[in-house]
């Protein structure tokens, strides 16, 4: 499968958890983005990449967010102590350097804070 | 403030009915705008863009700076079509790549 993989695809996790999504993007795409998704709303961005480089961090980012790309392949997204606002869909997607806006998107992971 | 406003939540046409998806944005520059659908447990993905000016499974979109929108037509809606279309505007005038979205219209159609 060539496309943008995210695992895992559910994660249910209790309130002051913390969880670790990871997104495998395209092998030849540099450009990695994270999204957050909530019902009834398009996708709100949170941050992106350049190779191994986080070049923006949305509002939206709180400091309980983290992300990583620390040899510009894979990503991690992490959240410590999850609120029930967590609750989302959380994508990535990934773009060649040279075609940055054309996205491709992977499948999501679903959290769900209880 | 850059913003993409879809005024439908829901859009029920019947098979064959001609379809408009309404976007409109905000944005100071040139923007570049988008159209992204999600069909039924499928990931989002690129359905065209403005600059492109092609046509898609028989959808077109025509950017009108005038009126600030970026409407997504077909002259007849196929049952295929039902899915979640979600517009977007690119902020690559800051060399940023990053997308924003309306909230997406829900498209039924039917038989």
């Known amino acids: 499968d060539t496309g943008v993989s995210q695992d895992p695809r559910h994660k249910i996790t209790k309130r002051g958890q913390n969880v670790t999504f990871r997104c495998d993007p395209i092998s030849e795409h540099n450009r990695l983005y994270w999204y957050r998704q909530t019902l009834g709303q398009g996708p709100e961005f949170l941050t992106y990449?350049?190779?191994?480089?986080?070049?923006?961090k949305s509002r939206l980012l709180s400091d309980r967010f983290s992300a990583e790309r620390p040899k510009g392949s894979f990503s991690t997204l992490e959240i410590q102590r999850t609120e029930q606002g967590d609750s989302a869909m959380y994508l990535c997607a990934s773009s060649p350097w040279d075609r940055v806006i054309e996205y491709t998107f992977g499948s999501g992971t679903r959290l769900t804070v209880v | 403030a850059q913003r993409v406003t879809q005024p439908e939540k829901l859009l029920s046409v019947f098979k064959g009915a001609p379809v408009e998806l309404k976007c409109n944005y905000s944005y100071s520059g040139s923007p570049e705008l988008f159209w992204y659908v999600q069909y039924s447990r499928q990931r989002l993905q690129l359905l065209l863009r403005?600059?492109s000016r092609e046509s898609i499974k028989g959808f077109t979109a025509d950017l009108n700076k005038g009126e600030t929108s970026f409407h997504l037509k077909k002259p007849f809606a196929q049952e295929e079509d039902s899915a979640m279309y979600y517009c977007a505007l690119s902020n690559y005038g800051g060399s940023q790549g990053n997308l924003i979205f309306g909230k997406g219209t829900k498209l039924s159609v039917k038989p």
């Open positions: 403005h600059i």
């Open positions: 990449f350049q190779n191994e480089a986080q070049l923006e």
